[in-house]
């Protein structure tokens, strides 16, 4: 997970009403009304007007340099496309088609080529010399043409087939250079526009996509189309059942058709995983429900969606054990609505980054869940959590992390708890944080747990005879009035845990064999003279083992340092 920039703070991505019509079906307020931002930077590596993130904004307008595509009819096959030719020898165009097929190839040349046989063309500087096209952005357009053989049937098409060693000596290219596609096909059953992964290489400059009429299609992929704008048109998708990595990495896409969800109604996906993963640019989808009665992950399903308004609402998740960054990084949502999640073991940055997030169900089922990492961190709006069950949870390590709007924590269910690192680490609002029920002496990480927490004036009372490290634990807690009854005879990392308190009137802390300061709180005798009894004792008296620093307090005047100093430690102040 990487942090994130907040965009657009001012109004979070709208202008008007911001009331919620229902937080349970998570539709927003008809009088919203919708003015996203997006700032706009050069032109990116493919001549799209981005941000740093490769989003986008406006309307899609296709270069008029380009050459027109001609018309494709439903029901027919056929494929044309636009494919651009740098100024160098190595354009290479690849295509895989299961029908036999021809292709013209647009410079003057065609070619016949078997079933499921793979067809390279390398378009080089004479090429690009003989090309009578427009020259937009340092290149020239060619227009190809597909077609089946006599008697053949498409069934199966691919726009990035892998050319390592079809082509000898460019074993190294992982792009292909399609700007724009129409087809037609209504047998396909599989059709691959851009992968990574083993037999393809990914279509990064393709920027338009159509497919006209119905297709069978049990299996189709855009993954990395990281500058495609626009699906003009898309068959029915409800036979696809893996919907994993779909359209990962498409960042410039706004909308995609509905039809091309289809799939994710039936009930018969799986996985979701990373499905919409990096569509930075995605506004909405068509579609109010995705069915998950067949998955088991909805892993990272909407990851960096950071323009995407809405999220249609999970049904049927009785299954689902992995919800990890399902909705991390969608920086514009307000509200999620509820969903089961009885079996999710995994929790871990589930609402990372989710800067608008302000709604959330009442309660999330959570009795399976293990690791509960960073999962509200940086939800800077959030001012209420949901009760979870978290009974199992191990790994509560930046759990609500920069939290700065929410005020108090429910009573969680801490008892197989280990690691609270940064736990609530600078939730500047938190007020009032529950005694950590049944928290025991498995937590040994507590560094930075309750770092900057500047409106919490009572600590919680936590289990910590096994806590090793307590770095920053309550450096900059400036209200912080009191701390209950801790044992930190353990510790072996400290640094700081302390610091700039300045409110601290009571501390019940035992055990303590490393040098700490209190100084400049307002810690009267007695309250210093039972910190001093507590200590450890870390030598013979007068050893000057460890040092205590007490300066700035008040009771400085009647306190008695000897309680400490006859345990070997020094007294400043």
């Not at 079933?115 to 340092?138: E, P």
């Not at 696809?240 to 706004?254: D, K, M």
């Not at 892993?299 to 049927?316: A, K």
């Not at 500047?454 to 912080?480: H, K, M």
Request: hydrophobic share 35%; net charge neutral.
């Amino acid at each position: 997970l990487v942090p994130m920039k907040r965009r657009n703070s001012g109004n979070n991505g709208y202008l008007g009403i911001d009331k919620v019509t229902n937080p349970t079906t998570g539709k927003l307020s008809s009088s919203k009304i919708y003015n996203i931002g997006v700032r706009e930077n050069s032109y990116n590596q493919f001549g799209n007007t981005a941000n740093a993130f490769g989003m986008v904004s406006g309307n899609y307008q296709r270069p008029t340099e380009w050459q027109a595509l001609p018309g494709v009819t439903a029901g027919s096959q056929q494929i044309v496309g636009l494919f651009a030719v740098y100024d160098n020898d190595t354009n290479v165009c690849g295509l895989r088609i299961q029908g036999a097929y021809q292709v013209n190839w647009g410079d003057g040349t065609s070619n016949t080529y078997a079933n499921d046989a793979i067809a390279v063309k390398r378009y080089d500087r004479t090429t690009y010399a003989g090309l009578t096209s427009s020259v937009f952005r340092n290149y020239k357009t060619v227009l190809l043409t597909v077609t089946p053989q006599a008697g053949q049937t498409f069934t199966s098409v691919q726009f990035s087939p892998a050319v390592s060693g079809t082509v000898s000596g460019y074993s190294s290219i992982n792009m292909t250079n399609w700007l724009d596609i129409r087809m037609a096909g209504s047998s396909i059953s599989t059709l691959t526009v851009s992968a990574w992964a083993g037999s393809s290489i990914y279509s990064g400059m393709l920027e338009q996509f159509e497919f006209v009429g119905t297709a069978v299609l049990t299996s189709f992929i855009f993954i990395d189309c990281r500058s495609l704008r626009r699906i003009i048109s898309f068959p029915s998708t409800r036979l696809v059942t893996n919907w994993q990595s779909i359209f990962y990495g498409c960042r410039a896409l706004q909308e995609i058709p509905r039809p091309a969800l289809d799939g994710l109604l039936t009930g018969n996906a799986s996985p979701y995983a990373y499905t919409f993963y990096q569509c930075f640019s995605l506004k909405h989808l068509p579609i109010e429900i995705m069915d998950c009665r067949s998955t088991t992950s909805v892993n990272g399903t909407f990851v960096s969606c950071f323009n995407l308004q809405r999220v249609p609402q999970f049904i049927n998740t009785q299954n689902v054990t992995d919800f990890n960054s399902v909705f991390s990084g969608c920086m514009s949502i307000e509200e999620v609505p509820f969903f089961d999640t009885t079996k999710n073991t995994n929790f871990y940055g589930m609402f990372y980054q989710c800067f608008s997030l302000k709604y959330l169900p009442s309660a999330l089922t959570g009795a399976s869940g293990t690791n509960f990492q960073y999962m509200f961190y940086n939800c800077i709006q959030l001012k209420t959590l949901p009760y979870i069950d978290t009974k199992n949870g191990t790994n509560f390590s930046d759990f609500v992390r920069d939290c700065y709007s929410l005020e108090t924590i429910p009573q969680y269910d801490f008892a197989s708890a280990t690691n609270l690192t940064r736990f609530a680490y600078q939730s500047s609002n938190l007020k009032y944080i529950p005694d950590f029920k049944n928290s025991t002496s498995a937590i040994t990480n507590m560094d930075s747990a309750f770092y900057a927490c500047q409106s919490l004036i009572e600590a919680p009372g936590i289990t910590t005879s096994n806590v090793t490290n307590i770095t920053s634990l309550f450096n900059s807690c400036n209200s912080l009035k009191t701390i209950p009854t801790y044992d930190f005879s353990k510790v072996t990392t400290s640094s700081t845990p302390f610091s700039s308190t300045g409110s601290l009137i009571s501390v019940g802390i035992s055990g303590c064999s490393f040098s700490v300061s209190y100084a400049s709180n307002t810690l009267g005798a007695t309250a210093l003279n039972s910190i001093y009894s507590s200590l450890a004792t870390v030598g013979i008296s007068g050893a000057a083992a460890r040092t205590i620093t007490v300066s700035g307090n008040w009771g400085t005047a009647t306190d008695t340092p000897e309680i400490a100093i006859g345990k070997g430690w020094t007294v400043t102040g």
